[in-house]
């Protein structure tokens, strides 16, 4: 069984981080080890929610495992509290430096950086992209770790040039996120910066927004390549899973405001993967 480090918060109500990480990568057959970087009562877009930082607790807990010779065939980091934060990731990333690294840089969307960051997190952020094998940022997120102005109405022609900045930080797979290049329509953008290779996937538009859909994505993508699924089956498998995840919610009278129900949708993800892997 493969097995992979998960490194972010635990937002303990709120179905994203760690709480949807965890249940989707082991309902994908791969023991995940989880490493949490702080413990919040909600995540941030609830209102008072509270923290309780686990920064001091990162190398012991890293140090403990490397004393037991455990090593992992992907290190996933999402959601990190503060700089100390990116820091003590990359130390990790050497320590275990067999794993394929796989980076959401969690910190902003709809063009603003989430309340607990800034300007200089997004380009520390953008240092770690650079020591990552493979990076998922959205847009916004693209735009603040190049210095690309973000805009709502872009054309193909916006995103190349956001992959060709973002293949600069020296990331070996780049892939865009939310990325819609027609009416009705959204996905990836991807940039093979070794062999210069793009590619796309664009499925429906599900009109709403949710919080830790993209949690969900990047876990199933990461869950996907190292299940060994191609890179554009495992992304089309990730975003025709959140797209369908999204509507199941929709149609859910109770719906929570907060999250949506990946729960329901998991054993259609499972049966999708089984059915790809033959
Ligand atoms: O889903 C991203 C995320 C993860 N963790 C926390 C968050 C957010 C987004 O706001 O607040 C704590």
Known sequence: ?????????????????????????????????????AVLSTHTMFPDFTVKDLTDQLMPIVSHWKSQNVEFDAIYTGYL?????????????????GA??????????????YPAFDEKYAALNAGLCGRAD??????????????????????????????????????????????????????????DTETGDYFIYQNDRVDASYHGTGDIFASVAVGGMIR?????????????????????????????????DFETTLPLLVKRLEAELG
């Open 100 to 113: 394929t690294t796989f980076i959401d840089p969690v910190m902003a969307d709809n063009g603003k950086l």
């Open 1 to 37: 069984m493969k097995r992979i480090l998960t490194i972010q918060d635990i937002s303990c109500l709120g179905k994203c981080s760690l709480t949807v990480a965890l249940p989707i990568l082991s309902a994908m057959g791969i023991e995940t080890v989880i490493l949490p970087t």
């Open 81 to 97: 509290g503060s700089a100390e934060e990116i820091a003590i990731t990359e130390k990790i990333f050497d320590l275990f430096s």
């Open 228 to 260: 060994g699924l191609s890179r554009e089956k495992a992304f089309a498998l990730a975003a025709d899973y959140t797209a369908d995840t999204i509507r199941e919610t929709l149609s859910n009278p109770r719906k929570p405001w907060y999250g949506v």
């Open 134 to 191: 493979i990076i998922v940022p959205n847009i916004t997120e693209a735009c603040f770790m190049t210095g690309m102005d973000y805009r709502e109405e872009y054309d193909e022609a916006y995103i190349l040039e956001l992959l060709d900045k973002l293949s600069h930080l020296g990331a070996k797979l780049v892939v865009v996120t939310g990325v819609s290049l027609s009416a009705g329509k959204t996905g990836v953008y991807g940039l």
